[in-house]
């Protein structure tokens, strides 16, 4: 776990934050997708489908863009023209001189795509403004995403909500095995900074954890920003504190060490200042000697570079 150098952190995080709030992809789940299930409508075969979406997905870098990608196998990039990216929406290309469309229901209705054939499915695919079908992926839930929703309400972290682009049925699915009552689907990045600032109006000190480049506005805009270390350059950037092993249960012990580590300051300020004051009203009334400035100097600091180094220690 690294820290950035915004001392506020600390302060912040010593506290009882008000609200956690996750992202999904990449955070509460591992960013390594499969193709699980292929629909395919209109007389179109599965593998055409597949084809289709591999081509609109290849030049993207997002997991599930990915996934699709390696299910499909090699495609000739010189197909290719015009790739454009819609965050938390999908992707659009030209290849072969016609149209594909590979996202979200909203990019679908965006384009006059009809996807009533196949209402509730997590990735469209269409070409020529038809639909072609739809590609299901899923994603493994970290390990310990459940210990670390259990180990923060332990800590009384009032409300933990998780935000996330994919659609209802892969939102609630997580969010269950996590543990987790609130959650909030298929959000675009500027929708999930108007929920945060919501939340935290509403319970003060708020926490988010996120890993993509999608999740840095978002990052920033928390109170404390906490960034997944394999997610993107730009999370990392925008967070203030990093979990190099992509744990989410770090996030709870970074705050029992935050809280540890403004216990001992406290502690070591308020005792410099009692001594000081002590040795100071002493020597006014000629009750205290050399020894005794020594020690309010040289003393007290060296006791307090001692306790301070208890934080080392699991225990305090």
Excluded at 19 to 42: E, M, P, R, S, Y
Aim: charged share 20%.
């Amino acid at each position: 776990m690294a820290f950035s150098s915004k001392a506020a952190v600390i302060s912040k995080l010593s506290k009882k934050p008000g609200a956690v709030v996750f992202d999904k992809t990449g955070t509460l789940t591992t960013d390594q997708f499969t193709v699980t299930h292929i629909a395919a409508v209109n007389g179109v075969s599965e593998q055409a489908v597949l084809e289709a979406a591999a081509l609109a997905e290849c030049r993207s870098k997002h997991p599930i863009a990915r996934s699709i990608s390696e299910a499909f196998g090699e495609i000739e990039e010189s197909r290719i023209s015009n790739f454009s990216e819609t965050p938390g929406g999908g992707t659009r290309v030209i290849a072969d001189g016609e149209e594909i469309l590979c996202g979200a229901k909203r990019l679908m209705q965006e384009h006059g795509v009809d996807i009533s054939a196949l209402p509730n499915e997590m990735v469209y695919v269409a070409r020529g403004g038809q639909l072609l079908g739809a590609v299901s992926v899923s994603g493994k839930l970290r390990e310990d995403s459940a210990l670390a929703v259990k180990q923060l309400r332990a800590l009384g972290v009032s409300r933990i909500v998780m935000l996330t682009g994919d659609h209802e049925e892969a939102a609630r699915e997580a969010a269950a095995a996590c543990g987790i009552t609130e959650y909030h689907a298929g959000l675009l990045p500027e929708e999930k900074l108007e929920i945060l600032e919501q939340i935290k109006r509403e319970n003060g000190v708020t926490a988010f954890v996120g890993d993509g480049i999608n999740d840095a506005p978002v990052l920033a805009a928390a109170d404390v920003g906490v960034a997944m270390g394999l997610g993107t350059d730009a999370a990392i950037e925008a967070g203030d504190v990093v979990l190099t092993n992509n744990q989410p249960s770090k996030l709870p012990q970074a705050i029992v060490l935050f809280r540890r580590c403004m216990r001992i300051i406290r502690f070591n300020i308020t005792f410099a200042l009692l001594v000081k004051g002590i040795v100071l009203l002493l020597g006014a009334l000629s009750l205290a000697g050399m020894w005794a400035a020594v020690f309010a100097d040289v003393g007290v600091t060296i006791l307090a570079v001692l306790n301070s180094a208890r934080i080392l220690s699991k225990r305090t």
